[in-house]
T-cell receptor, first 110, second 116 residues
Framework: AQRVTQPEKLLSVFKGAPVELKCNYS??????LFWYVQYSRQRLQLLLR??SRESIKGFTADLNKGETSFHLKKPFAQEEDSAMYYC????????????FGKGTLLTVNP | GAVVSQHPSRVICKSGTSVKIECRSL??????MFWYRQFPKQSLMLMAT?????????EQGVEKDKFLINHASLTLSTLTVTSAHPEDSSFYIC????????????FGPGTRLTVT
């Protein structure tokens, strides 16, 4: 079975500092990885997915199959980045199901 | 962007009663919808996949007779918690992919169920 691990429950950085939210996964096949974000009092929304390889709101994430990781990075954190971040895995192919990590609460201090 | 709504946003019911939660795709059709449960300060746990016109697919450990799912139309899926108990109290969230084959899911705002 697949598993997604986000080792940090809480992460606190200062504005302008780099931020990295860690995500590791275990799955024997070729997964698709996603980062979802939940801002305060809002619903969960997609931040980015590894297939599109795009940068959203300054965030990037690279799938490292050797290390089975999909860490989320941003060079200069902003206060509005404060939110709950979830890493999620789909088994690929026609399977839509998402397996979520436990999430990391990012706080960006002024 | 695509919008998924849930109703009610919050419900309190007595132990032993049943409660229905609706999930609607407002501006797109969804042949598949997903129901998740989220415990306080924990992750989302997939409960079941709701399929329009056919039976839902439940994840291991989820009681299908307790959590009844009906996907009656391309824009509506309902989750009925039957004979609710206090341990069923939780945050229930639904999601739907925008198009068939899309891995990007749009989430509803969630429903807070409290069973007294």
């Amino acid at each position: 079975a697949q598993r997604v691990t986000q080792p940090e429950k809480l992460l606190s950085v200062f504005k302008g500092a780099p931020v990295e939210l860690k995500c590791n996964y275990s799955y024997s096949g070729s997964p698709e990885l996603f980062w979802y974000v939940q801002y305060s009092r809002q619903r969960l929304q997609l931040l980015l997915r590894h297939i599109s390889r795009e940068s959203i709101k300054g965030f990037t994430a690279d799938l490292n199959k050797g290390e089975t990781s999909f860490h989320l990075k941003k060079p200069f954190a902003q206060e509005e980045d404060s939110a709950m971040y979830y890493c999620a895995l789909s088994r690929g192919g026609s399977n839509y199901k998402l397996t979520f990590g436990k999430g990391t609460l990012l706080t960006v201090n002024p | 962007g695509a919008v998924v709504s849930q109703h009610p946003s919050r419900v309190i019911c007595k132990s032993g009663t049943s409660v229905k939660i609706e999930c609607r795709s407002l501006d797109f059709q969804a042949t598949t919808m997903f129901w998740y449960r989220q415990f306080p300060k924990q992750s989302l746990m997939l409960m079941a996949t709701s399929n329009e016109g056919s039976k839902a697919t439940y994840e291991q450990g989820v009681e299908k007779d307790k959590f009844l799912i009906n996907h009656a139309s391309l824009t509506l899926s309902t989750l009925t918690v039957t004979s609710a108990h206090p341990e069923d109290s939780s945050f229930y969230i639904c999601s739907a992919p925008l198009t068939s084959g899309s891995k990007e899911q749009y989430f509803g705002p969630g429903t807070r169920l409290t069973v007294t």
